[in-house]
């Protein structure tokens, strides 16, 4: 039986998981959830409490229904993994509700990415910062992203500590840390181009509050079988080695790599895929293509993470981690996500922070 967060440990103590400690991977996932295959009912079941709106004086809202999500696993090169159900309906119009708001007082900003010498690789996206009342995974104090500080209900740290607990090492939960919640705005063709999240950010967990979103992975390695053992490429071809942005742009345009056909896609209720999905079904093709395309509903998740252990255990950039949140279109309507970059060194000041 898989652990349960149930309203005594959730929002304040760890999962208790049984491991070998020599076997633990700092920048790997969880062993809870390490050995998840590939199967559809290979999956895990929680439970956590709902946390409402705040009240008119702005105190965290009062815990009420019970949510059951579920997480399975997508790929094991780089690892990423499927939460599903994360989030009630009431929780992600909460979270879209205030980032309104702050879009109504300008504290929502433009944002501005650098990777390398390009500086400017997504467009009409905004984001503002809802930080957690505690920085860390675990119980201890530790700083959070500056810039922009919004006081808020306490979901953010609620999924910084359920997630957190399920996906990180031993490691990381006993030294790692949590960045503050990101909030972003995608309006009509808003885009982020290839880009790896890296700056010592172990794992990347990006909440769909409104449904909406193509997030692209296109040097993800499903494989043909289920343990995702081989190394190989969807089409069971010799996988393609990236070690850097540079060479994923041009392996991506030499090797004609497209969405969902190509790596993994996790694409929304709307997104323009299914229809083209729809379309190679009268060829057949449906069964094939589908198999790289993930559906993410509002208040699901998707966690990948960016770094790998290598044989000698020292910790590098995984670059087959490296993503796009492909352009929205007319039918999609506007982009509502928010994001957690969780950590498995200590803070330390000297790194500063990058918001973007």
């Known amino acids: 039986n898989a652990p349960i967060l149930d309203k005594k440990n959730h929002s304040s103590d760890m999962i208790s998981i049984p491991h070998k400690q020599d076997e633990d991977d700092p920048?790997?996932?969880?062993?809870l959830i390490r050995n998840l295959?590939?199967?559809?009912?290979?999956?895990?079941?929680?439970?956590?409490?709902?946390?409402?709106?705040?009240?008119?004086?702005?105190?965290?809202?009062?815990?009420?229904?019970?949510?059951?999500?579920?997480?399975?696993?997508?790929?094991?090169?780089?690892?990423?993994?499927?939460?599903?159900?994360?989030?009630?309906?009431a929780e992600c119009a909460s979270l879209i509700q205030k980032g309104q708001q702050l879009q109504q007082e300008k504290i929502m900003q433009m944002a501005s990415t650098t990777e390398g010498d390009v500086t400017q690789i997504r467009s009409n996206c905004t984001v503002a910062w809802i930080p957690n009342d505690s920085g860390d995974i675990i119980q201890k104090s530790t700083p959070t992203s500056s810039g922009n500080r919004i006081k808020s209900t306490s979901l953010q740290l609620e999924?910084?500590?359920v997630v957190g607990n399920i996906l990180l090492s031993?490691?990381?939960?006993?030294?790692?840390?949590?960045?503050?919640?990101?909030?972003?705005?995608?309006?009509?063709?808003?885009?982020?181009?290839?880009?790896?999240?890296?700056?010592?950010?172990?794992?990347?967990?990006?909440?769909y509050l409104n449904g909406v979103g193509n997030t692209w992975f296109p040097f993800a390695a499903r494989g043909k079988n289920d343990d995702m053992g081989d190394g190989m490429r969807n089409?069971?071809?010799?996988?393609?080695?990236?070690?850097?942005?540079?060479?994923?742009?041009?392996?991506?345009?030499?090797?004609?790599?497209?969405?969902?056909?190509?790596?993994v896609l996790a694409a929304g209720r709307?997104?323009?895929?299914?229809?083209?999905?729809?379309?190679?079904?009268?060829?057949?093709?449906?069964?094939?293509?589908?198999?790289?395309?993930?559906?993410?509903?509002?208040?699901d998740a998707i966690a990948f993470f960016n770094y790998k252990s290598d044989e000698s255990g020292a910790v590098e950039r995984d670059w087959n981690a490296i993503h796009a949140g492909l352009p929205?279109?007319?039918?999609?309507?506007?982009?509502?996500?928010?994001?957690?970059?969780?950590?498995?060194?200590p803070y330390r000041k000297d790194w500063g922070m990058h918001q973007d």
């Open 235 to 263: 089409d069971g071809s010799a996988r393609l080695e990236v070690q850097n942005r540079d060479d994923a742009l041009r392996l991506v345009e030499d090797m004609n790599l497209k969405p969902g056909r190509d790596g």
């Open 159 to 161: 999924l910084g500590r």
């Open 270 to 299: 709307n997104s323009r895929v299914w229809d083209e999905i729809k379309e190679d079904d009268k060829h057949g093709e449906w069964s094939e293509r589908s198999k790289n395309i993930i559906q993410v509903q509002t208040g």
């Open 27 to 31: 920048a790997g996932p969880s062993p």
């Open 170 to 207: 031993d490691t990381a939960k006993a030294s790692g840390w949590c960045e503050a919640l990101q909030l972003v705005h995608y309006s009509g063709g808003g885009r982020f181009d290839l880009h790896h999240d890296g700056f010592r950010r172990t794992v990347t967990v990006l909440y």
């Open 328 to 345: 929205t279109t007319s039918a999609e309507g506007e982009k509502w996500i928010s994001n957690h970059w969780m950590h498995h060194e």
């Open 37 to 89: 295959g590939l199967n559809g009912d290979d999956k895990l079941t929680f439970s956590r409490r709902e946390i409402t709106s705040p009240d008119a004086a702005g105190h965290s809202g009062a815990k009420s229904k019970t949510i059951e999500f579920t997480v399975s696993r997508i790929c094991k090169s780089p690892h990423i993994f499927h939460i599903q159900n994360l989030l009630s309906s």
